[in-house]
């Protein structure tokens, strides 16, 4: 099966739902309502939930009530697209004077002009302009 090809016995899955297990739910939705600029939509002593754009939601968890128990964490990342480079560096430059831990200084890749920075839990956040070319794919994949 080829990765264009659907599976016709099931009814295709959208993507509605990010979750990260974290410490301090508390914390982590003042961390990210601060990033975001806007107050998260449910928010309990184990669980704090934002609109994150495009219809996807984005959920901190408690590792220490999630169910069932979370084991260590794995490598990933969250993305957020910006409109070019200097709106990467504008935004690197916000974050890096707010504190977050950068783990990787604006630079150009292949896909764009990126860096990544470091919420308070590890999870990796990062910010990207694609390429031309691959901002109308990305474009597409998202319509």
């Known amino acids: 099966m080829t990765a264009t090809q659907t599976v016709t016995n099931t009814a295709a899955l959208a993507l509605d739902f990010v979750l990260l297990y974290v410490d301090s739910p508390a914390a982590s939705a003042a961390f990210y309502a601060d990033l975001l600029g806007r107050p998260p939509v449910e928010a309990s002593p184990t669980f704090a939930m934002f609109k994150a ?5 984005l959920g ?7 169910e069932p128990a979370s084991t260590a964490p794995g490598g990933g990342e969250i993305a957020f697209t910006v409109a070019d480079e200097a709106a990467v560096r504008d935004l ?13 200084q604006p630079t ?17 956040l990062r910010v990207f302009a694609p390429n031309q070319g691959e901002e109308a794919q990305s474009e597409q994949v998202r319509s």
């Not at 901190?60 to 999630?66: A, F, G, K, M, P």
């Not at 150009?108 to 990796?124: E, I, L, W, Y």
């Open 53 to 57: 754009g495009n219809g996807l939601m």
């Open 92 to 104: 690197h430059a916000d974050w890096s004077a707010r504190g977050l831990t950068i783990l990787q």
């Open 60 to 66: 901190l968890w408690s590792r220490h009530t999630v």
């Open 108 to 124: 150009a890749m292949d896909f764009g002009h990126t860096f990544v920075a470091q919420d308070p839990d590890g999870h990796r």
